[in-house]
C-alpha cells in the first residue's frame, strides 16, 4: 500500500490521500490519532463528507458507485469551441481513432451539484494503471498541465494523465480542523500505525487570493508597502533617500491572505526601498537577502531597489493615435540598441544606448523605420531585465521586474527618468504612425530572481525530484497556476497599458502559460483596451500549442510558415503548401484571418540571408544574385500571405550575422548596419513597395476580416514543379478584380496554365525585381494561356 500523503485544502479543511480503495480497505487503514501545530500544539479534528467532485477536477476521474467517471477537464471548457464533441483518447479506445466511437463521447451530467462534461467506464474493465487524454472530434489534444498529481511522460515526450485503480476518490478521508491554521503554521499527522505525515500546504497557499493593491502606495500623508510573501515568518522594509547613509527598516504585518502590509506616516516618493524576509528556518537579518519589489513601478537596477512612485508619475500616457485593426498590421521586429547603434543621424553615446534615443531618431523625416512604411513595431523586451552595467548588451529576455521599464535604458535611473522615458517614445511611435507591441517574458525570471527570496514554491514549478523544471530552458518556469502569480501577471499587463498606453503584447514561449491562463488573460485585457493586440509565441522545450491556440483569439507565431517558405524559394517545397501558408492555414491552422503570424526570420537563429545563402558557413554577408532575388521572392510571398506579416529589422537590405546563430549577447553582431541600405537599396525599395501595396484599396483582398467561401481563393499549379499561381477575390467577394500572385522558385523556366483566367486582360503590378509606376501590359512569355515564367522569378498582376 502506498504511503498516505497530506493536504491541507484551506486554512481548516485537512485531506488523508491513501494509496488503495477505502471501500475494500476501510478496516485495515491507519487513522488519524493525533494532530500537531508547529511541532506542539494539539489541534482538534472530526471526519466530514469527502466531495468527489473536487478530486475529479483535480485527477480528471473519480468513481461513482459501479463506474469510473472521466470528466474533461475544467480548465478547457472555457475555450472549447461550442460545435465540438470531446471523447476519452487512450489504449482501449485506439488513442486517435477514439472519436470514432459513441461510447468514448463525453455528455453533459451532473456531478455532486456541478455541471461536467464526462463518460462513465465500468470499473470492472479498469484493473490496471494506463495513461489518457481527451480529444475533440476536429482532432485538438487536451492533456494535463504539468503539475496535475497524475501525470506521465510517454515514450514520445508526451505529457499525459495517469488512472490508477487504486486512487480514484474512494481512497481520500477529509477532517475539519479547530483552530483555524495560518499559512506560516506546520502541522504533523500522526497515524494510528505510528506513521508520521508532513501535511503540504500548497493546495491551500496556491489557492489564496486577496485584490487589495500591492507594492509601495504614496497618499496624502502616508506611503504603504505590501507584498505577498505566504510562507514568510517575519517581513520588513527597509527604506533611504538617496543621500542616505543608512537603511531605516520598518516591520510588517500578516495578514490571512498571505499579504504582509504596514503603513509610514510619510510621503517617500523618490525613496529607494528593499523587502528581507525571514522564514522559519532562517535565524537573523545579516544574510537575508534585499528583495526587489515584484510590484515596484521602477527600480534603480534589476537587482534593486525599487523606487516608490507617486501615482501622478505613472499616470495614463493617452494620446490620440488609433491601434491598426490586426488584419491591417504590418509588423518589424527590432531592438532598441540594434535600432540605434548605427543610426545614421547626431546622437550621443549615451542616447544610443536608451528610449530617449529611439525617441530622437523617430523624429528624423530619414528613419529607417518612418521610412520603410511599416505601421506596428515589436520590440523586444524592455522590462527590467538582469544586467551587470548599463554598457552591457542583452536581449533582455532574463526578467527581474515586470513592471519597471528598464533602468538600462534610462538618461537618469537614480531619478527614475524611465517611466517618462518609456512614455515619449511611445508617444513618439504613435506620432510617426506606428503602433508599439512589446515582446514580454512571463514564462520564468532571470537570474537575479527576486521571486525566489519570496516563495520559490508559490512562483516556479518543481520536478519531482524538487528541482525546478526547466521547459523555458532558462533556469526555471513561472507557476502561471497559483491565484496570485496570475494576478502579478495581469496587474503588470494592465499597467503597462494603462501606464504607458502600449498597443500590445507578444508573449514569449506562451505554452508555457497554459491555455486556460492564455484564455483569462486575453479577456481581462480586452476589458482595459478592446483593441489591444495579442501575440503568441506557442512553444516551449515541452511542446507546441499552435494548433489549439486556433480556439482563442491570439495571433500565433507561425514556425512552420518560417521553415516552409525558406525552403520553398530554395526550390525545396510543394505547391500545395504555398497554397496552405498563401490562404493563411485557414482551412486548418486558423480560425481567423490574422491569427497566423507569418515570418521568414526574427531574431532568433541566424539573419534571413544567412539561412539562404549559397555562400559556406552560412555567412549571407555578400550575397549571391541568387540569395537576392530568392530575398525578394520570399518577401513577396510574405506579403502576399493571408494573415500578419512580420519582418525583423534589416531583412529588407539582407542584414547578415556572419553565420552566427545564438547573438542574444552580441550588440556587435546584432546592430543594423544602415550602410547596406545603399548596397541593396533596390531589394529595400521593392519591399516598400510591396507594403504599399498590401496597404491599398486592391490590397484589402489580401486584409480579409472573415474567413472567406472556398471559392475566394483560385489556385493554378504547375503540372511539372512547385511553381504555381493563386487568384484572390476570384468569386469577386470585393467586386471586380482581382490579385494573382504567381512565383517560379526553380532554376528553370515553369509552366502554368491559367484556365479560365484570360491573361491577356490582366495588367502587370509587379516582377520579382521591380513595381512598376503603372500598371503594365504582361509582357511575359504566354502559349494558349499558359504563363512561361523565368527561374527565380514572381509576378503580382491585377484582373479586373
Request: hydrophobic share 35%; aromatic share 12%.
Amino acid at each position: 500500500m502506498l504511503k498516505p500523503r497530506a493536504y491541507l485544502i484551506d486554512n481548516c479543511t485537512l485531506q488523508i490521500e491513501y494509496g488503495v480503495d477505502l471501500d475494500k480497505a476501510i478496516d485495515v487503514v491507519p487513522r488519524v490519532g493525533k494532530i500537531l501545530q508547529n511541532e506542539q500544539n494539539i489541534v482538534g479534528f472530526r471526519e466530514t463528507t469527502f466531495n468527489c467532485a473536487n478530486f475529479a477536477h483535480k485527477y480528471c476521474y473519480f468513481s461513482q458507485k459501479d463506474d469510473i467517471l472521466f470528466v474533461f477537464p475544467e480548465k478547457c471548457t472555457s475555450y472549447l469551441p461550442t460545435n465540438q464533441n470531446i471523447f476519452l483518447a487512450c489504449e482501449m479506445s485506439n488513442w486517435g481513432n477514439a472519436n470514432k466511437a459513441s461510447k468514448w463521447q463525453l455528455h453533459r451530467m451532473d456531478v455532486y451539484g456541478e455541471k461536467l462534461f464526462g463518460v462513465k467506464i465500468n470499473r470492472f474493465l479498469l484493473n490496471s494503471p494506463f495513461p489518457f487524454q481527451f480529444i475533440s472530434s476536429a482532432g485538438d489534444w487536451y492533456g494535463p498541465d504539468d503539475n496535475m498529481p497524475n501525470t506521465q511522460i510517454s515514450e514520445i515526450g508526451s505529457l499525459n494523465f495517469t488512472f490508477d485503480p487504486r486512487i480514484t476518490g474512494n481512497n481520500v478521508l477529509q477532517y475539519h480542523l479547530t483552530p483555524n491554521m495560518a499559512t506560516g503554521d506546520s502541522l504533523i499527522v500522526q497515524l494510528s500505525n505510528d506513521c508520521v505525515l508532513d501535511v503540504d500546504f500548497s493546495p491551500w497557499i496556491s489557492s489564496l487570493n486577496d485584490d487589495i493593491p500591492l507594492g509601495a502606495i504614496v497618499s496624502k500623508n502616508t506611503t504603504s508597502f505590501r507584498i505577498f510573501a505566504p510562507r514568510a515568518a517575519s517581513v520588513r522594509v527597509a527604506i533611504f533617500s538617496k543621500e542616505a547613509t543608512q537603511l531605516e527598516y520598518y516591520f510588517l504585518q500578516q495578514s490571512n491572505t498571505g499579504i504582509w502590509y504596514g503603513e509610514i506616516h510619510k510621503r517617500l516618493e523618490g525613496y529607494y526601498y528593499y523587502y528581507q524576509i525571514l522564514s522559519k528556518e532562517d535565524e537573523d537579518w545579516e544574510n537575508s537577502p534585499m528583495i526587489l519589489d515584484p510590484y515596484a513601478k521602477a527600480a534603480l537596477s534589476s537587482r534593486g531597489p525599487g523606487i516608490v512612485m507617486a501615482h501622478g508619475f505613472t499616470e495614463t500616457s493617452e494620446d490620440d493615435f488609433i491601434t491598426p485593426d490586426p488584419k491591417d498590421l504590418v509588423i518589424l521586429e527590432a531592438h532598441l540598441r540594434d535600432l540605434l547603434a548605427n543610426a545614421p543621424m547626431d546622437l550621443s553615446t549615451e542616447e544610443r544606448l536608451n528610449f530617449s534615443g529611439l525617441t530622437k531618431y523617430l523624429t528624423d523625416q530619414r528613419c529607417y523605420l518612418r521610412e520603410l512604411g511599416i505601421n506596428c513595431v515589436e520590440l523586444q523586451p524592455i522590462q527590467e531585465f538582469d544586467y551587470s552595467s548599463k554598457e552591457e548588451y542583452h536581449w533582455g529576455y532574463m526578467p527581474a521586474n515586470w513592471f519597471c521599464p528598464s533602468s538600462a535604458y534610462a538618461d537618469d535611473a537614480r531619478n527614475a527618468t524611465q517611466v517618462q522615458n518609456l512614455k515619449k517614445m511611445v508617444r513618439s511611435f504613435h506620432k510617426a504612425g506606428i503602433a508599439v507591441i512589446l515582446d514580454v517574458v512571463y514564462n520564468h525570471f532571470g537570474d537575479s530572481n527576486h521571486l525566489q527570496n519570496i516563495d520559490g514554491e508559490y512562483y516556479f514549478r518543481h520536478s519531482k525530484d524538487g528541482t525546478f523544471s526547466n521547459f523555458s530552458g532558462c533556469g526555471n518556469d513561472f507557476r502561471t497556476e497559483n491565484t496570485m502569480a496570475r494576478r502579478l501577471v495581469i496587474d503588470s499587463l494592465e499597467h503597462l497599458i494603462r501606464t504607458y498606453n502600449v498597443d500590445g503584447f507578444r508573449f514569449d514561449l506562451a505554452e508555457l502559460l497554459g491555455m486556460d491562463f492564455l484564455n483569462i488573460l486575453q479577456k481581462k485585457l480586452k476589458c482595459v483596451k478592446k483593441s489591444v493586440i495579442l501575440i503568441a509565441e506557442p512553444w516551449s522545450f515541452r511542446g507546441n500549442i499552435g494548433i489549439s491556440m486556433r480556439h482563442l483569439p491570439y495571433s500565433v507565431w507561425n514556425d512552420e510558415y518560417r521553415e516552409f517558405v525558406k525552403n520553398y524559394v530554395c526550390g525545396n517545397g510543394n505547391s500545395n503548401g504555398l497554397r496552405y501558408f498563401l490562404c493563411g492555414g485557414l482551412d486548418f491552422r486558423s480560425t481567423f484571418p490574422g491569427q497566423s503570424v507569418n515570418y521568414v526570420a526574427s531574431h532568433d537563429d541566424r539573419g534571413w540571408v544567412d539561412n539562404i545563402t549559397e555562400n559556406p558557413h552560412h555567412n549571407g554577408s555578400a550575397p549571391t544574385d541568387n540569395d537576392l532575388r530568392r530575398t525578394r521572392l520570399a518577401l513577396a510571398i510574405l506579403i502576399m500571405s493571408v494573415g500578419i506579416p512580420m519582418v525583423t529589422a534589416g531583412q529588407d537590405f539582407l542584414f547578415s550575422k556572419y553565420g552566427a546563430s545564438n547573438t542574444y549577447n552580441r550588440g556587435d553582431l546584432n546592430a543594423i548596419d544602415y550602410k547596406l541600405l545603399d548596397v541593396h537599396h533596390s531589394t529595400h525599395d521593392y519591399f516598400k513597395n510591396l507594403i504599399k501595396l498590401r496597404l491599398s484599396k486592391r490590397g484589402a483582398i489580401l486584409r480579409l476580416s472573415q474567413v472567406p467561401n472556398k471559392t475566394y481563393f483560385r489556385f493554378l499549379p504547375s503540372t511539372a514543379n512547385s511553381a504555381c499561381a493563386l487568384a484572390y477575390n476570384a468569386n469577386n467577394t470585393f467586386g471586380n478584380g482581382q490579385l494573382i500572385f504567381a512565383i517560379n522558385p526553380h532554376l528553370s523556366e515553369a509552366t502554368i496554365d491559367f484556365k479560365e483566367v484570360n491573361l491577356q486582360q490582366c495588367t502587370t503590378l509587379a516582377d520579382e525585381e521591380q513595381f512598376f509606376h503603372r500598371d503594365q501590359m504582361i509582357f511575359d512569355k504566354i502559349v494558349d494561356n499558359k504563363l512561361i515564367l523565368p527561374p527565380l522569378s514572381c509576378r503580382i498582376y491585377w484582373a479586373k
